[in-house]
Every structure is written in structure tokens, then in C-alpha cells.
């Protein structure tokens, strides 16, 4: 019997993967417990399946792959999903890029005006 693996996209309703667990065919799929074994024929079905049922704009509910496709997937997310760098880690330089610009500190203080309009208009009074 041939099988695939199948796993609900991870949780971002930005992204409109809302799914956290789905039932078909007494299969039940939750989100975190990752990939589950299934068969060629429930895998199938799973493929064409939506976050929102009835709405085909919105996304694929499903991850549906081989093994080695899964594998595959999961190096990628744990790649993606490492954000944030350590100490020991090989950080470059980020160079300042406020050589040139002007700011309010470079300005001196305004002169005075002595009452005077600011656009040097005289007063009509």
C-alpha cells in the first residue's frame, strides 16, 4: 500500500492558514503534532482541500508530500525559522548609512526675529 505524508500548514492568520485540526475519513489531523501517515487515496483528497471550505481563493489547508519532499520541507522551516542570531555566530558589520545626511543637530539656533513677521513683511497696522 502506498502512503504519503500530510501535515496542516502552521497556524498564521495573517497568511490565512487558520486550520488547527481536521477529520476525513476517521483520520484526525491537529496542526502540532506535525506530519501523520496516510494513505495515497485520503492523501489525494487532502491536496485539493482549503483553509475555508466553499472558498477556493483561499489557501491550501495541507502540506502533502513524500518522504524525502517532507524532509526536505522540514530543513527549510527550521532554516526560516531561525530568526534571531547568537553571539558566537558570524554577524557582519551593518555600516551607518547617516555619513551625508542633514539633521535638526547640524542646524543652529534660530535667529531672532525681534517681533519681527517671520517672511519679513511689515506690520499693517
Known sequence: METMLVRLKPYDPRRG??????????????EERGW???TKAVADYLRGVHQVANDEYSPLAFD???DEEAKALDVRDEVETKVRRSATDDVRLSPSRNDGVLTTAHLGEPAKTNGADPKGRKDRG
Do not use: D, N, S
Open 36 to 38: 501523520h501517515r496516510v
Open 17 to 30: 492558514h487558520v486550520l488547527r485540526r481536521f477529520t476525513y475519513a476517521g483520520v484526525k489531523i491537529h
Open 64 to 66: 502533502v508530500c513524500t
